[in-house]
């Protein structure tokens, strides 16, 4: 444990031999083990308590640390940590960056932060070289695709606050919005967390139906794709209490039909099944307890680039009417936004304008099942005229069979006073 005194600067490094010269060198890119001495050994668990004292102030204690580091990437790893426990991770670190990277870690309410490295069984670089060093800072509002207690990452971190700044509209109903990266990059590998590398905290809205309903920034949902049976890429909605999870992941495909899952379009495209611009989440019970998104990548993304995740996310409110058009919204991908771009649980009822993510390979834009409809369409007309025939037939022939009784008795009442045409 190192105690930390305001006004100084202090210096960690995982050995004597990482210092800031030589993971600065641009040399370190070529590091070979078998040239090097001294590398970090395998299999290291190390801590590295930081102990900044108890400051009774009310401003924000945090640890500016500043790092270079050279740590084999996805499988050797520097956490950062607000305490000493794994719940309190701020970052975690792996690969190499050779020019200073700055963190500013919040501190506990005991006033500890620490670093965790650990390696694995098996290669190895040359380690990390920090400077460390208390400040008092304000809580910062973040530039989209920032994040961090200071703004200074540029990939979201383990936990994150949710954007207030909206891709789309923004209404009534906007709970905020959920970003994986820095509109310029690429999403990173997170394979210390197979339940979550990065994690935003819905609170609940108890005016809400308890469904959310996602609505992609530019159809951003870019992640890995791989089949329904592997472990891979994907964002898992949960709701505390409730041990069931609603995962979205980018499916692997060869054709359509294996794309039919709510939440995609029922088209392969590219070997991926292309995902809805528009997904609703019914069973997440967003109105009675919090909801936690979380956002997993592995290790191996086969040395392609993908551009992560950005949506926003709404409360679905009750339908003020008896549909969608009544209530003056619109529909899109058979779900209702009310006036004043509210997301709501209104019936469609078949207004506004037809899905444009639907292929005209769904279901409801089927040959077959449009040529079914329009045949029973005719063969009820045909019923109809039938019994509209036979009604008016079975008429007339009553009103001819009731004129001849008329008749007949109008002949025998004749008949019987002595006025008919046979005399008395």
């Given at each position: 444990?190192?105690?930390?005194?305001?006004?100084?600067?202090?210096?960690?490094?995982?050995?004597?031999?990482?210092t800031?010269?030589?993971?600065?060198?641009?040399?370190?890119?070529?590091f070979?083990?078998s040239?090097?001495?001294?590398?970090?050994?395998?299999?290291?668990?190390?801590?590295?308590?930081?102990?900044?004292?108890v400051?009774?102030?009310?401003?924000?204690?945090?640890?500016?640390?500043e790092?270079?580091?050279?740590?084999?990437?996805?499988?050797?790893?520097?956490?950062?940590?607000?305490?000493?426990?794994?719940?309190?991770?701020?970052?975690?670190?792996?690969?190499?960056?050779?020019h200073?990277?700055?963190?500013?870690?919040?501190?506990?309410?005991?006033?500890?932060?620490?670093?965790?490295?650990?390696?694995?069984?098996?290669?190895?670089?040359?380690?990390?070289?920090?400077?460390?060093?208390?400040?008092?800072?304000?809580?910062?509002?973040?530039?989209?695709?920032?994040?961090?207690?200071h703004?200074?990452?540029?990939?979201c971190?383990?936990?994150?606050?949710?954007?207030?700044?909206?891709?789309?509209?923004?209404?009534?109903?906007?709970?905020?919005?959920?970003?994986?990266?820095?509109?310029?990059?690429?999403?990173?590998?997170?394979?210390?967390?197979?339940?979550?590398?990065?994690?935003?905290?819905?609170?609940?809205?108890?005016?809400?139906?308890?469904a959310?309903?996602l609505?992609?920034?530019?159809f951003?949902?870019?992640?890995?794709?791989?089949?329904?049976?592997?472990?891979?890429d994907?964002?898992?909605?949960?709701?505390?209490?409730?041990?069931?999870?609603?995962?979205?992941?980018?499916?692997?495909?060869?054709?359509?039909?294996?794309?039919?899952?709510p939440w995609?379009?029922?088209?392969?495209?590219?070997?991926?099944?292309?995902?809805?611009?528009?997904?609703?989440?019914?069973?997440?019970?967003?109105?009675?307890?919090?909801?936690?998104?979380?956002?997993v990548?592995?290790?191996?993304?086969?040395g392609k680039?993908?551009?992560g995740?950005?949506?926003?996310?709404?409360?679905?409110?009750?339908?003020?009417?008896?549909n969608?058009?009544?209530?003056?919204?619109?529909?899109?991908?058979?779900?209702?936004?009310?006036?004043?771009?509210?997301?709501?649980?209104?019936?469609?009822?078949?207004?506004?304008d037809?899905?444009?993510?639907?292929?005209?390979?769904d279901?409801?834009?089927?040959?077959?099942?449009?040529?079914?409809?329009?045949?029973?369409?005719?063969?009820?007309?045909?019923?109809a005229?039938?019994?509209?025939?036979?009604?008016?037939?079975?008429?007339?022939?009553?009103?001819?069979?009731?004129?001849?009784?008329?008749?007949?008795?109008?002949?025998?009442?004749?008949?019987?006073?002595?006025?008919?045409?046979?005399?008395?």
């Open positions: 444990r190192v105690k930390i005194e305001e006004g100084k600067t202090y210096e960690l490094q995982s050995s004597v031999h990482a800031e010269m030589a993971l600065s060198s641009e040399n370190g890119i070529d070979i083990v040239q090097d001495k001294h590398p970090y050994p395998n299999d290291l668990d190390c801590t590295y308590e930081l102990d900044f004292g400051d009774s102030s009310d401003a924000a204690r945090v640890a500016r640390i790092l270079y580091y050279d740590i084999e990437e996805a499988f050797d790893f520097l956490r950062l940590r607000s305490g000493l426990d794994e719940n309190s991770t701020y970052n975690v670190l792996s690969g190499r960056h050779s200073p990277e700055t963190f500013y870690i919040p501190v506990d309410e005991n006033g500890i932060a620490s670093l965790h490295f650990t390696t694995d069984d098996k290669g190895r670089r040359r380690g990390f070289y920090a400077k460390i060093s208390g400040e008092n800072l304000s809580k910062s509002d973040c530039d989209i695709g920032w994040f961090g207690s703004c200074e990452s540029s990939y971190l383990q936990r994150n606050a949710l954007l207030q700044t909206a891709g789309g509209n923004k209404s009534e109903s906007f709970a905020g919005r959920v970003i994986s990266q820095d509109l310029n990059s690429s999403i990173r590998s997170m394979p210390w967390a197979p339940d979550g590398g990065c994690m935003w905290e819905m609170e609940p809205e108890v005016d809400s139906t308890g959310i309903r609505i992609l920034n530019n951003s949902f870019d992640l890995e794709p791989h089949s329904v049976n592997h472990v891979g994907k964002v898992i909605f949960a709701s505390v209490g409730n041990e069931q999870n609603t995962e979205l992941f980018v499916e692997s495909c060869e054709n359509d039909e294996i794309c039919n899952f995609q379009t029922g088209e392969c495209s590219e070997g991926r099944c292309a995902i809805r611009n528009r997904i609703e989440l019914a069973d997440i019970g967003a109105n009675v307890s919090k909801t936690l998104i979380r956002l990548t592995d290790r191996n993304d086969g680039n993908f551009s995740v950005d949506f926003d996310v709404h409360f679905v409110q009750s339908c003020p009417a008896s969608c058009a009544n209530a003056d919204g619109s529909c899109d991908a058979g779900l209702c936004t009310c006036s004043n771009f509210i997301a709501c649980d209104c019936s469609c009822d078949g207004d506004g037809p899905d444009p993510n639907i292929t005209q390979d279901s409801r834009y089927n040959p077959l099942t449009i040529g079914l409809g329009l045949g029973s369409v005719v063969a009820l007309l045909l019923v005229l039938f019994l509209l025939y036979y009604v008016k037939k079975k008429s007339i022939l009553l009103k001819a069979r009731e004129e001849d009784l008329n008749r007949k008795e109008t002949q025998l009442m004749a008949f019987r006073l002595g006025t008919s045409k046979f005399g008395d």
